[in-house]
């Protein structure tokens, strides 16, 4: 009877105990933290909304934590995980929830999503090492509508906020403009480092972020370039910044910005226009 009342309706034993029978721990390497608390992954998995009969793409599950909640949610998973030593309890989660979890043994810095992933929502706890380079990604690119409905992502509480930060502000930088110009992010949740195992040594934060309408006459490709220019030196004048890319003090001064101005000052309408001069 209390074994059973462990198990819940299920039937699947507690996260702990699966990560004690297989023999897992965090790996530092591969940026790993793991989510217990099933509450907090409940919690998690409503951020996007509805989700029964909705496909989620999850990068890095780990012992599937956040997994359990996504199904648990009626999603349809695909899980990419490149540590094979949470394969075994990945597939435990498979054979439980039939035909729901499809698992993807790669690195998701290879994966092509649009070809393999398809329309999804993203739910992820993403490890650290590789949160910020997936995102850059999943932002960039031409084609729009991306193949990506919403992204659901866990960042350490820094980099989530330079992510939803405002002009002005020492957090606003090339990360909050490329996040902005064609899609809306916000804060979702802040999650305490003791949530975690191990517990990192800085909070966390869950940014939610959908598709918007993508601005007339720019080009992603440019934009990127902008703002890896504008704020790669962000403490100088943008004349100065700037002065390696052609155009684009001759594009400040179109605009009636002021070149002795810094990136940082600049609304992310302003960097849009510039790169549509550019």
């Known amino acids: 009877m209390r074994a ?21 721990s965090a790996s530092k390497s591969l940026g790993q933290n793991f989510l217990l608390d099933e509450q907090l992954l409940a919690r998690i998995a409503r951020i996007p909304g509805p989700l029964a009969g909705e496909r989620v793409y999850e990068v890095g599950p780990g012992p599937g ?14 899980a990419v995980e490149r540590d094979r030593r949470c394969l075994a309890p990945l597939g435990e989660l498979a054979a439980a ?10 690195d998701a810095m290879a994966i092509d999503e649009a070809a393999q992933i398809g329309q999804a929502h993203v739910v992820a706890n993403l490890p650290y090492n590789v949160g910020t380079a997936l995102l850059v990604r999943w932002l960039g690119g031409e084609a729009w509508p991306p193949w990506w409905k919403s992204l659901t992502l866990m960042f350490q509480q820094e980099v989530a906020q330079r992510i939803v930060a405002e002009p002005g502000g020492a957090a606003y930088g090339r990360l909050a403009v490329l996040a902005q110009w064609r899609s809306a992010p916000k804060l979702a949740m802040k999650v305490h480092r003791s949530a975690f195992v191990p517990a990192p040594k800085v909070m966390s934060a869950l940014v939610h972020i959908v598709p918007a309408a993508r601005p007339e006459g720019v080009k992603a490709a440019t934009l990127e370039r902008l703002t890896a220019a504008a704020f790669g030196q962000r403490r100088k004048m943008l004349r100065r910044s700037l002065a390696g890319l052609p155009g684009a003090i001759e594009a400040l001064a179109t605009l009636g910005i002021d070149s002795e101005r810094r990136a940082e000052t600049l609304a992310v309408a302003d960097f849009v226009a510039l790169a549509r001069l550019l």
């Open 4 to 24: 059973a009342a462990r198990r819940g309706v299920t039937g699947l034993p507690p996260l702990r105990e699966v990560i004690a029978r297989h023999g897992l």
């Open 97 to 106: 929830f039939a035909g729901r979890l499809e698992l993807i043994e790669a």
């Open 65 to 78: 934590g956040l997994t359990r909640a996504l199904l648990r949610a009626g999603a349809e998973v695909v």
